[in-house]
């Protein structure tokens, strides 16, 4: 199966998704609430930030693959409409992410909030993701 990939809106979907990532993550959405939710201290933080370019970096090539998976999905799924973007991105994440992970709840103890924003999180990429890479071929 020979399925073109437009690289530049890859790129572009793997910047988008780093990017909602910061502001996701940021005190000014869910950043507090996850810091409580996921036990952090601030020793914890702070190593965390020393790593902040591994984990930038890293973060932009795992969400590439994300992508890439996401033209492969829209391609053997017809996608083309920003609907059809949406509807690929919400089953792709409940099947593959939401449900799966909620292991963490389930085995780990997490508390449900630090589920809910880490998987809310990914629901935004998703769907950006989706939207940028089948509406932009």
Known sequence: MDIPVNYFALFVAGFVAVGLGFLWYSP??????????????TG???QGKRRMPLGVIGG??????????LIQFAEAFSAVTASDAL???FLAWLGFL???SLHAVFWE??????WAINVGYQLAVFGAMALILVLWR
């Open 28 to 41: 000014f959405v869910f950043g507090e609430k996850w810091v409580r939710a996921s036990g952090m201290t």
């Open 44 to 46: 914890k933080i702070a």
């Open 60 to 69: 932009f090539f795992c969400q590439l693959v994300v992508g890439y998976v």
């Open 87 to 89: 509807q690929l991105a």
């Open 98 to 100: 939401a449900v799966p």
């Open 109 to 114: 103890g997490k508390p449900v909030a630090y």
